[in-house]
């Protein structure tokens, strides 16, 4: 701003006189997912910034993704589908959020996709931590209980209509859990989630959000590891 110390106004270049770089050839991958896009029928508005435009959601995200942070989720490896109709949600105040309703909002469809196919295209890893064993135990009986019957796999199983549960961020898994059974919210879920959810107390939702971010997610109800989630259908 004027007035600032160290700030010359005389040294800003106008947007016209800045020299433009040289467009490169475009990446082979960056071409295979061009292909992509036109075989489904999307319609791909700048194909040279699509391997570049999900690094705006690294700093909040994590690299490529994955969330450092126990409040942000990761999003790497998310259903393609599952994605989209996500980020719709909030683009169109749908879906609750703090923040993301007013990011998301600064994108078009077709970027949207792009972001999608991106991050749909990465495998699921999700970040597990050392949690209290007693706690995770509790988590666990009680997704056998409640949740395997559609997040399957301990919570690995993932499709166009189902999140991966296993290695998701624990803050914010807890705090959408809290959100989710709240029949008044205005994130609505399937009849049976809402029914399942609200017989859970707190503590509950502490447990299972303890149980998903533990190395027990790692293992199937009868002791086998499970199978990583896939990120198609």
Not at 89 to 110: F, L, N, Q
Not at 164 to 193: F, I, K, N
Request: aromatic letters at 8%; one cysteine or more; charged letters at 20%.
């Amino acid at each position: 701003m004027a007035g600032q110390r160290g700030y010359d106004p005389a040294s800003i270049v106008p947007t016209a006189a800045r020299p433009v770089p040289p467009r490169l050839p475009m990446p082979m991958l960056a071409r295979f997912r061009l292909l992509t896009l036109l075989m489904v029928g999307v319609p791909f508005a700048d194909a040279a910034g699509a391997d570049t435009l999900h690094w705006a959601c690294n700093s909040c995200h994590g690299p490529n993704g994955i969330s450092e942070g126990r409040h942000i989720p990761t999003i790497a490896g998310l259903n393609f589908r599952y994605f989209y109709a996500a980020m719709q949600g909030y683009r169109k105040d749908r879906r609750e959020s703090a923040v993301m309703g007013r990011i998301v909002k600064g994108y078009d469809s077709v970027q949207l996709q792009q972001l999608a196919l991106y991050f749909g295209n990465q495998p699921w890893v999700g970040k597990l931590v050392e949690m209290d064993a007693r706690l995770a135990r509790r988590g666990r009986a009680l997704h056998a209980e409640y949740c395997e019957k559609c997040h399957e796999q301990n919570g690995h199983f993932q499709d166009k209509e189902t999140p991966p549960l296993a290695g998701q961020a624990r803050g914010y898994l807890l705090y959408q859990m809290h959100d989710y059974r709240v029949a008044a919210s205005e994130m609505q879920q399937p009849p049976l989630m809402q029914e399942r959810l609200e017989k859970l107390s707190d503590a509950d939702l502490i447990a299972l959000s303890a149980f998903y971010a533990s190395d027990l997610a790692r293992e199937q109800p009868d002791g086998a590891p499970a199978e990583p989630a896939a990120a198609g259908d």
